[in-house]
């Protein structure tokens, strides 16, 4: 593959030219119960992605304010409306907002390496803050709409959404007080879903949120499914929020909630590839890389942090020729 430093500086509506992209690693893994999630943004760093992004003539800078996230691990941190590490999570994520906003008003491009997808509540508070009318395009094997009172789990990686939008049963959790409501159901559309717990199938029918599941996608095929959620979203500035767990497990195994049928390699890429062309994208989480859980296969880590970094690198302009 090669750069085409030309095609960016053409088309980039809202970020700083020459482009800048801030990379925000957060090693954080308060919001699900696998341990080794707190690793992926390391071993994406080690792997070279600041050099592989300048390689693409994007200025880059690295935050390593949160890399390691347990000093703001609360000593006491019950259960509140049966979700679990609702400080820890909260704490995180609130610093995690105020260095992405900084960023985004800088008109950076902000790429924030997770971490688990409850990170997603500080990557959206912040780029929110600083575009208003702001779409999302949440990439995912699962909805993570689940509000504290329909979480199967307790985990707040399922519950992300809720919060953004403000569900009923969210403003009950005092921990997250300083969030406010960023997005509104017509800003947001999914592509990938195929794991979706039956509340968060109510919620996405009641507010008419725009779903593309494995089922479309199979239907109409990803170049179709994403002229659509480019249209719907309009001219709006895009946030990126990109679960590795969309891709199907054949692609991607280190990731802690696989689930079969997912996204090929080249349907995952091809989402980053548009979302570039259109030269609206603000912002980018990668989410969910587990080094842990490729139980000591190396080739299996190799393949899913190489993924990772490609999606990257799509998103930022990356061609094929």
């Not at 995912?140 to 919060?163: M, Q």
């Not at 890429?269 to 979302?275: A, P």
């Amino acid at each position: 593959m090669t750069p085409q430093p030309d095609f960016l500086n053409m088309n980039l509506k809202y970020i700083s030219k020459p482009p800048t992209c801030a990379i925000v690693g957060v090693g954080f893994s308060g919001g699900q119960n696998k341990t080794g999630v707190e690793y992926g943004a390391a071993h994406i760093a080690e792997t070279g992605i600041k050099k592989q992004l300048e390689a693409l003539n994007w200025i880059v800078s690295v935050d390593n304010t949160l890399d390691e996230t347990s000093r703001l691990k609360p000593k006491t941190d019950p259960e509140t409306n049966g979700c679990k590490n609702p400080l820890w999570v909260s704490k995180v994520n609130e610093e995690l907002a105020n260095i992405v906003e900084k960023y985004a008003k800088e008109s950076k491009l902000v790429m924030t390496i997770g971490g688990d997808h409850s990170i997603a509540m500080g990557t959206l508070s912040g780029t929110g803050r600083v575009y208003p009318n702001l779409g999302v395009i949440w990439v995912d094997a699962h909805a993570d709409l689940n509000t504290p009172g329909s979480t199967p789990s307790g985990n707040l990686h399922g519950c992300p959404l809720a919060f953004l939008l403000d569900l009923p049963g969210c403003k009950e959790m005092p921990q997250f007080s300083w969030m406010k409501q960023v997005l509104t159901p017509e800003r947001l559309v999914y592509i990938g879903l195929r794991d979706i717990d039956p509340g968060e199938r109510k919620t996405i029918r009641e507010l008419g949120i725009k779903a593309f599941t494995m089922h479309e996608v199979d239907r109409y095929g990803i170049g179709r499914i994403m002229e659509m959620a480019l249209e719907h979203l309009g001219d709006r500035p895009i946030h990126l929020s990109y679960d590795v767990d969309a891709l199907d497990p054949t692609v991607i195994q280190a990731t802690g909630t696989p689930v079969r049928g997912g996204l090929t390699f080249r349907e995952g890429h091809f989402v980053c590839e548009m979302l570039a062309e259109s030269g609206r994208l603000v912002a980018m989480d990668l989410v969910e890389v587990n080094p842990t859980l490729a139980n000591e296969n190396q080739l299996h880590l190799t393949q899913t942090v190489d993924t990772a970094c490609s999606l990257a690198r799509c998103a930022l302009g990356e061609t094929l020729v």
